[in-house]
């Protein structure tokens, strides 16, 4: 197979003058240490269920009871609830992870063609949580207090931890515009297509909010090297989405938990069981820093890693739907525009086979 490939590359090239393959290329950029990405989030989540003192008859004698109502009643009675999970709070994070972008001089275009970002980058998101309870009216025993109900109480509530918080390539186009600055760097202006997956630890209770899919902004300054072998990006991405996550989630049961009295070094002792309905997020993130790295070889046309016979009939499939229209064509990643002077044509085809010939180290 290879010394076919190089037989046919060969028997084109003899005809073909010297190039330098330029520009079109793809670049692969790694986030470098001190990005930053400040966010604001939020979580939403209703829940119904009971509370009930945390009396036991033979393990917690003294413990608290709970009986519905203003009178009467005996024993340690469960009270319905509903009970609503606030979180919010701004943090910052220093996020990792890699993207490879193909800059395209000529048609004055960039694309996408992956991305990876770690936007946590170890760090754990805490956020303080607000609970809201509101009951019918109950008393409790050991203490003896008295809950009116209809008033929401807004209690403290301890906080949530988001774990991970990745974004990938989304489906959909993801690239922009790339404009010459004059002095050999460029400014990028488009739009990312994330996947962005979500997880937290909510009341001792993983919550996966799986992916949700979110239009990034996405822009900076891309300046390569004077022979185009590297390149560095200043970059910034802007991440919003509200999305909500349908229940049911498995229930959150028998959560200790006291409740404020008059007294506040005697609170009453209860145990919390919560059904969730459904969690709101909101995220709103900025991410920036420089990210870095080194052109890719033109001759892994599909970009898949290796250079082999499928990125020849790749170009071969890619030029001849395109040879003599305007970049990036046919898509913006796999643009047969391989001089990335905005026109596919006769030129292209021998700066690929140049790139083919040379192969990939
Ligand atoms: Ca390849
Ligand atoms: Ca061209």
């Not at 800059?103 to 694309?111: E, H, I, L, Y």
């Amino acid at each position: 197979m290879i010394r076919t490939r190089s037989a046919l590359a060969s028997a084109f090239l003899a005809a073909a003058p010297a190039f330098t393959v330029c520009a079109s290329d793809p670049y692969l950029l790694t986030i470098q240490p001190g990005a930053s990405m400040s966010t604001s989030n939020s979580i939403f989540a209703p829940s119904s269920g009971t509370l009930i003192g945390n009396y036991d008859a033979t393990s917690n004698p003294a413990g608290t009871r709970t009986l519905p109502g203003l009178f009467g009643g005996s024993g340690n009675n469960a009270i319905p609830l509903s009970l609503d999970v606030e979180v919010g709070g701004d943090n910052e994070t220093s996020p990792a992870g890699s993207m490879t972008i193909v800059t395209n001089v000529g048609a004055g275009t960039f694309a996408i063609a992956s991305l990876g970002l770690d936007l946590l980058n170890e760090t754990v998101i805490e956020l303080p949580i607000t609970a809201t309870i509101q009951y019918s009216t109950f008393r409790t025993v050991s203490p003896s207090f008295l809950y009116l109900g209809g008033v929401p109480l807004a209690i403290p509530f301890g906080s949530a931890r988001v774990t991970v918080l990745d974004a990938t390539l989304g489906a959909g186009v993801s690239g922009g515009t790339m404009t010459p600055n004059g002095d050999g760097s460029y400014t990028l202006n488009g739009v990312a297509a994330l996947d962005v997956a979500f997880q937290a630890v909510l009341l001792d209770q993983p919550v996966d909010g799986g992916t949700v899919p979110v239009i990034a902004p996405i822009g900076g300054t891309f300046t390569p090297s004077i022979d185009g072998s590297t390149a560095t990006l200043s970059i910034s991405i802007g991440i919003s989405n509200a999305s909500e996550v349908p229940g049911p989630f498995p229930a959150v049961e028998n959560v200790p938990f006291d409740l404020p009295t008059l007294d506040s070094n005697a609170p009453a002792h209860v145990l919390l069981t919560l059904n969730f309905e459904r969690i709101d997020l909101t995220l709103e993130g900025a991410v920036a820093g420089i990210a870095a790295g080194s052109r890719l070889c033109r001759a892994d046309f599909n970009l898949d890693g290796v250079a082999d016979i499928l990125d020849f009939l790749d170009f071969l499939a890619g030029f001849g739907d395109c040879q003599g229209l305007p970049s990036p064509c046919p898509d913006q990643i796999l643009d047969a525009d391989v001089n990335s002077d905005g026109l596919v044509d006769i030129l292209d085809f021998l700066d690929f086979l140049q790139a083919f010939s040379d192969g990939c180290e």
